[in-house]
C-alpha cells in the first residue's frame, strides 16, 4: 500500500460492518433462524473455506422469502448513527463515497438512500426467488463474491484517485491489499495483525473523515 495521497479520494465503506448499526445479515439470521446458521455458514467463510458468494446463498436458503417480513426486521436495524454527518463531511472534501457489500444485499439500497449515496451491493428478485449479482466481476481471478469489493477500487485506482476502504470482515482482505489506506475493525482487524498487514483501526467512523481533512504531509495508511 502507498502512503502517500493524490488529489482525490473514493471512500467505500461496507455496509453491514461498518455503515450499519450491527451486521444486518446476521441480524436476520439470528432473528428468523433461531441462531443455527453461525456454526453451518459462518464459520466457513471466514476460514477461508468458502467465498462471499456462496455464503449469500447458503444464508438464503435458510430464510423465508418473504419481502414484506425480511424487510421489516431489517429495519430494525438503524445505521450508525454518525453515517450522516460522515457523508456531508467527506462530500464538503470533495470524497467520492460508496457503500459496498457482499451479503445478502437486498436492504441495503433502501437504507443508504436518505442519504443519497452511491451502493453496490447483490439483491433478491423476490418475484423468482433466486438472489441476484449485479455487481459480479467474472473477470476477477478468484471468483468467490457476489459483489466484487476489488473492481470499484481498481477502477477508482486507474483515475488517480486515493482509495480508502473500511471494513470490519476477514473476507474483505483481498480489497483490503488494493486500497491505499485500510481501516479495519473485527476479524479483518485481526488478519491484518496477524499477517503484518498495514491499518488504521476503525473506532468510528470520524476517523476517515479526520484523514481526508489532514494536510498532505501528515496522512498515512498506518495506524498509530
Known amino acids: 500500500m502507498s502512503s502517500s495521497v493524490g488529489p482525490g479520494f473514493s471512500v467505500f465503506l461496507d455496509f453491514d460492518t461498518v455503515v450499519s448499526s450491527e451486521h444486518v445479515g446476521a441480524y436476520l439470521l439470528d432473528r428468523l433462524t ?5 456454526s453451518e455458514v459462518s464459520e466457513p467463510v471466514q476460514q477461508g473455506w468458502i467465498g462471499g458468494r456462496l455464503l449469500s446463498e447458503q444464508q ?3 430464510l423465508p422469502a ?3 417480513l425480511l424487510m421489516a426486521v431489517a429495519s430494525e436495524v438503524p445505521v450508525d448513527p454518525e453515517f450522516g454527518s460522515v457523508v456531508d463531511a467527506l462530500r464538503a472534501a470533495q470524497a467520492e463515497v460508496t457503500v459496498v457489500s457482499d451479503g445478502l444485499g437486498f436492504y441495503v439500497a433502501r437504507s443508504c438512500a436518505p442519504y443519497d449515496v452511491r451502493v453496490l451491493a447483490n439483491d433478491v ?3 423468482q426467488g433466486p438472489l441476484e449479482y449485479p455487481y459480479l466481476d467474472r473477470c476477477c481471478s478468484c471468483l468467490t463474491c457476489g459483489m466484487c469489493k476489488q473492481a ?3 477502477e477508482a485506482k486507474a483515475r488517480g484517485r486515493t482509495t480508502v476502504f473500511a471494513s470490519g470482515a476477514a473476507s474483505d482482505r ?4 488494493l486500497a491505499d489506506v485500510l481501516f479495519a475493525r473485527g476479524t479483518l482487524a ?3 495483525s496477524t499477517f503484518g498487514v498495514p491499518f488504521r483501526p476503525l473506532d468510528s467512523l470520524g ?5 481526508t481533512r489532514a494536510p498532505t504531509g501528515q496522512r498515512r495508511d498506518v495506524g498509530a
Not at 34 to 38: K, Q, V
Open 66 to 68: 418473504n419481502r414484506t
Open 34 to 38: 433461531a441462531g443455527r446458521w453461525r
Open 125 to 127: 428478485d423476490f418475484r
Open 207 to 211: 476517523g476517515i473523515v479526520d484523514l
Open 190 to 192: 485481526e488478519w491484518c
Open 152 to 154: 470499484p477500487i481498481k
Open 60 to 62: 438464503w436458503q435458510l
Open 174 to 177: 483481498k480489497a483490503a491489499l
